[in-house]
Structures are given as C-alpha cells and as structure tokens.
C-alpha cells in the first residue's frame, strides 16, 4: 500500500448527478495533486494543492470543483459531467519544498474509476 | 505547448531481452521522475533525475538525464515477466509536470 487512499472505487453516474470523490494520504505530506487518466492519453494533472493552497489549475472545466480542507484530505466534486469525462481519476501525495514549489516523488492512491452514462 | 513526448507506445520482448523507453521535452526541464503502472494498477514512483548528465540504476534499471535536461531514458537489462507494465516519464518545468504518454511493455515468456 502506498499510504494514499481513494474512495469510492468505481463511480457510475448520470450527467445530471453530483458526486464527490474522496482521496486521504496518510503520509504526511504537503502536497496532493488530482489527474486523470484516458486510454491511450498522457496523465493529465488537473489541480494540485501544495501546503493546502491551490497551486495549479489546468484549465479544467468547472464542473470539477476541487476541495482541499487539510493537508491530508482532497476532494474532487462532481456535478453535470458528459460522456467524456469517463476515466480513472488519480490522486497523488508528495512532500515537496516548504516554500510550496514542487518537485516531490508523488505516491498514487489507487484511483476511482468513473463512468459517466 | 509544452510536451513530453515517449517513445515507443508499445514494446513486446522475449523475456531475456533488454528493452529501452525514450522521453523528449520540448523544453529544459528541473527534474525527471519514472513510473511504473502494472495492468490494473496505480503509477508507482521509480527514481527521480536532477542533474545534467545524471545516471542511476537500481538493479536491472538503468536511468539518464539528458546534457541539455530535455530527455531521459530507461533501460531494462535482461527484461522479466515482473517487468511487465507501463512506464511514465514525468517532466517537472516550474511547477508543473507533464507525464509522457508511456511505454507499454509486454514480456513474452
């Protein structure tokens, strides 16, 4: 076990739900980053929040909202999602230098794989 | 934009046979990290390159940092069925990483 937990696993909703995917690091580090993950695509880094402040936002549309209330818990809340957004949605750890910039190795939960009908 | 770019997508060898996955920054990159993601399963994190010209190994895994820290490779020497999996590059410029798209490596035995 890598110390990073994910829940739920598996997630299928209709495009008019909210959800909200969970991620919790018992590691204690400083930063946790949100990807997602398609057949056949790079990893895609979504946010990342470094000393609980959001540090990186990829364009991502808005119907992800992201949540950070500590350092140890990572929200990513989901509501109105299309077809497209079908993936396995990663969440990262890792301890990275006090002033906030990152560079830490990144431990992986074991993802929440998410199917949108 | 910026990108990693891997090669190859996909690489089959009999088991014995070393096999070797290329990453290419279109830009100078702080550090490199390698991952490796098993069917099914999670990235995990293999090593981490810095400097210019840097190589590491960790047993069968021979890593290296570019002169210019714009490509990394990863050679597997000998390759094992317990090798089988997809293997990540990520490439840190400011702060942010961009993952290469993987190699996806099939070990006949």
């Known amino acids: 076990e890598t110390g990073v937990t994910q829940t739920p696993r598996h997630l299928v909703m209709g495009m008019t739900n909210k959800k909200s995917l969970k991620c919790e690091q018992h590691?204690?580090?400083?930063?946790m980053y949100w990807y997602k993950q398609s057949a056949k695509k790079p990893l895609e880094l979504m946010f990342v929040?470094?000393?609980?402040?959001?540090?990186e936002n990829n364009s991502v549309p808005s119907r992800f909202s992201p949540e950070c209330p500590n350092s140890s818990h990572l929200f990513l809340h989901l509501h109105t999602l299309q077809p497209e957004d079908s993936a396995l949605y990663l969440c990262?750890?890792?301890?990275?230098?006090?002033?906030?910039?990152?560079?830490?190795?990144?431990?992986f939960g074991p993802g929440t794989r998410l199917t949108v009908t | 934009g910026q990108q990693v770019m891997q090669i190859p997508q996909y690489q089959h060898v009999q088991e014995g046979e070393d096999f070797t996955t290329y990453c290419n920054s279109s830009?100078?990159?702080?550090?490199i990290q390698w991952y490796k993601q098993r069917p099914g399963g999670h990235p995990v994190f293999l090593i981490q390159?810095?400097?210019?010209?840097e190589v590491k190994k960790q047993k069968r895994l021979t890593f290296q940092f570019g002169e210019a820290k714009k490509n990394s490779s990863l050679h597997i020497t000998a390759t094992q069925t317990t090798d089988v999996g997809t293997y990540f590059c990520?490439?840190?410029?400011?702060?942010?990483?961009?993952f290469g798209t993987g190699t996806s490596l099939t070990v006949i035995p």
């Open positions: 990262a750890s890792s301890q990275d230098r006090a002033s906030g910039g990152l560079g830490g190795e990144q431990y």
């Open positions: 590691l204690g580090h400083n930063a």
């Open positions: 929040y470094s000393l609980e402040e959001r540090v």
């Open positions: 830009t100078t990159l702080s550090n």
């Open positions: 390159l810095v400097k210019s010209g």
């Open positions: 990520a490439g840190l410029t400011g702060n942010q990483f961009y």
